[in-house]
């Protein structure tokens, strides 16, 4: 046991060297839950503790792929006008190739009634005037004979030109068979022809 001088000088530096450590004479004597705990640093949020926060969906561009495919799908002005042109262009150009296969099945007809003067109307006048004999005298032994040309179409009206179309027939009749080659154009919004031979 020790004596009561040395037992104060240990309480004595014992008090000392807690109040050195933060701590107070009173913890010597006091009970262990009495003494108030220092405060933790678990108030201060560290950045590992730090929500992460969710993107929200108006963050992401979920429509704008959709609202720029809708766009894309629809064509510009421009484009619009093209393609109205391009299609325009092939329904005239059907009806022009409908046109020329029934006024060359026409001009047939007509030579099989032998009137040349009715010929003269499918032929652009400064050819007619080139071509007009030449006709009379084939139309002469047909005329004779009482023949008639059977004819089909062997290649469909074809612009070979701008403006400018050609057709080609085959004639059959009793004596023998002629292959036509008939070139088209337009004067006045009439269609005549300005070439119209045997192969």
Not at 48 to 63: F, V
Not at 154 to 175: L, Y
Request: overall charge negative; charged content about 20%.
């Amino acid at each position: 046991m020790l004596q009561r001088g040395t037992a104060l000088a240990a309480s004595l530096a014992l008090a000392l060297a807690l109040a050195a450590c933060g701590g107070s004479a009173e913890d010597t004597t006091g009970d262990g839950a009495a003494a108030t705990p220092a405060p933790t640093p678990a108030a201060t949020a560290t950045p590992t503790e730090a929500p992460t926060a969710e993107p929200t969906p108006a963050s992401t561009p979920t429509s704008a792929p959709a609202a720029t495919g809708t766009s894309a799908a629809e064509p510009t002005p421009t484009e619009q006008a093209t393609e109205e042109a391009a299609s325009g262009d092939q329904g005239d150009q059907a009806d022009i190739v409908e046109h020329l296969r029934e006024k060359t099945m026409q001009l047939w007809e007509v030579y099989n009634t032998y009137d040349a003067d009715a010929l003269a109307a499918f032929y652009e006048p400064s050819y007619w005037a080139e071509e007009e004999d030449e006709v009379r005298a084939n139309l002469r032994p047909f005329r004779t004979f009482g023949a008639k040309i059977d004819a089909e179409e062997t290649s469909p009206p074809t612009e070979i030109e701008p403006g400018k179309w050609e057709i080609r027939h085959t004639g059959n009749f009793g004596f023998g068979s002629v292959k036509m080659i008939f070139i088209w154009e337009q004067f006045d919004g009439e269609w005549l022809l300005t070439y119209a031979k045997d192969q």
